[in-house]
């Protein structure tokens, strides 16, 4: 189980809460949509909390503005607005990611650069060799190359 701390709103019509985290446990209270309540904890400790949603838990455990307690099921639409921790975190998390992605732009981009100017360069010297001809330009390797190098850059 993963302590969580934020504030939720059902975006579902109605959810049922239950008493404990099976779907076979009796039906304690009933959240309504837009009804807001207060995150718990997660069930499934393979689960995250993101910006706009929990992704991968199975069960969570709430509170209503009553001071009810219960679980609710992972899979009903919901939002949350985070505690300052939560949101840090995932913050790191899409840090992490968009520099990742940054690298993979920056080390791809250039790699398929650089081949395209190989591949230039070496039906150049071919053409030369041979005492004129044509060669070939690889162009779009080149730019798209030279433009996903420069994006991870920037």
């Not at 934020?6 to 209270?29: C, D, H, M, N």
């Not at 393979?46 to 910006?51: I, K, L, Q």
């Not at 968009?98 to 920056?106: D, I, S, W, Y």
Request: with cysteine; charged share 20%.
């Amino acid at each position: 189980m993963q302590d969580a701390s934020g504030r939720g709103t059902l975006y579902a019509r109605q959810a049922p809460v239950y008493g404990e985290p099976s779907a076979e446990s009796p039906v304690i209270f009933r959240l309504q949509q837009h009804e807001e309540f207060d995150l718990l904890a997660l069930l499934d400790d393979t689960a995250w909390v993101g910006r706009y949603g929990i992704n991968g838990a199975k069960w969570i455990k709430v509170r209503n503005n009553a001071g009810e307690v219960g679980f609710l099921d992972g899979s009903i639409e919901m939002r949350f607005r985070l505690s300052a921790v939560d949101y840090a975190n995932e913050t790191s998390q899409l840090e992490t990611a968009e520099t990742v992605a940054q690298m993979g732009n920056l080390l791809g981009g250039g790699l398929v650069c650089l081949l395209g100017l190989a591949f230039t360069f070496a039906s150049y010297s071919n053409a030369v060799q041979a005492g004129g001809g044509r060669y070939w330009i690889a162009s779009g390797a080149i730019f798209f190359g030279g433009w996903r190098f420069l994006k991870g850059l920037v």
